[in-house]
């Protein structure tokens, strides 16, 4: 029974490790990783993702101080947005093994039921 787990534990340690604790900050990442440079408002993020302005930017915000993405300053209402490899080598293969998972919804079930205060069985 704990084996059955296991899956389940590293991705959540690989969560942890990049500090995405939210299904949008996951959306946004797997958004920016999906198109390696976006010259893009967060508005049209947003749409994209099917999330409100303030969340996107929240997670846009979250996600350039963690070192995963780089913007530019703004110019005419957008910026250019890059998803960037982190250093680390414990953070690098993080993202790298939960970008292998990007088309399934195994990330996306692990965040919704931490967000919903459960634990996953």
Do not use: C
């Amino acid at each position: 029974m704990a084996q059955d787990n296991q899956p389940d534990l590293q991705v959540e340690g690989w969560l942890k490790t990049l500090g995405i604790e939210s299904l949008s900050h996951w959306d946004v990442l797997v958004f920016l990783y999906r198109h390696q440079s976006s010259l893009v408002s967060a508005e049209h993020i947003a749409l994209f993702v099917g999330y409100a302005t303030a969340a996107v930017v929240a997670a846009l915000d979250s996600l350039e101080s963690s070192g995963l993405v780089k913007r530019s300053r703004v110019s005419q209402g957008v910026r250019l947005y890059q998803l960037t490899a982190p250093a680390d080598p414990a953070r690098r293969d993080a993202l790298e093994r939960l970008m292998t998972l990007a088309d399934s919804h195994t990330v996306r079930l692990l965040l919704a039921r931490k967000t919903a205060g459960q634990r996953p069985t």
